[in-house]
Nanobody, 119 residues
Framework: QVQLVESGGGLVNPGESLRLSCAAS????????MAWYRQAPGKQRDLVAE???????DYADSVQGRFIISRDNAKNTVSLQMNNLKPEDTAVYSC?????????????WGQGALVIVSS
């Protein structure tokens, strides 16, 4: 079992920055992918950014160049630095981890952190 706990959500003005963090605990040794997803009101949950165990990253087009995902394998944490935030970034952001092997894995989700971008 893996537990994921997010922190760092809140209310910010457009153009400001915010950093989300996710701490993984439990059976973390087999985690090979971590990511951030978000779900805006009335919309489906979408991938924001992801990182592999070897540090490769990928981003949604809507956040490319503004958000940075980083992972600390020693501390079992993954962070999302969000810069130049826009009102359309308002959503519940959830940390995600995939554990096992690419052919057979278990998915874990954090409880979610609310980010509101509004003036």
């Amino acid at each position: 079992q893996v537990q994921l706990v997010e922190s760092g959500g809140g209310l910010v003005n457009p153009g400001e920055s915010l950093r989300l963090s996710c701490a993984a605990s439990g059976d973390t040794i087999n985690i090979f992918r971590m990511a951030w997803y978000r779900q805006a009101p009335g919309k489906q949950r979408d991938l924001v950014a992801e990182t592999s165990a070897i540090g490769t990253t990928d981003y949604a087009d809507s956040v490319q160049g503004r958000f940075i995902i980083s992972r600390d394998n020693a501390k079992n944490t993954v962070s999302l630095q969000m810069n130049n935030l826009k009102p359309e970034d308002t959503a519940v952001y959830s940390c995600y981890a995939r554990s096992g092997t690419p052919a057979r894995y278990i998915e874990y989700w954090g409880q979610g952190a609310l980010v509101i971008v509004s003036s």
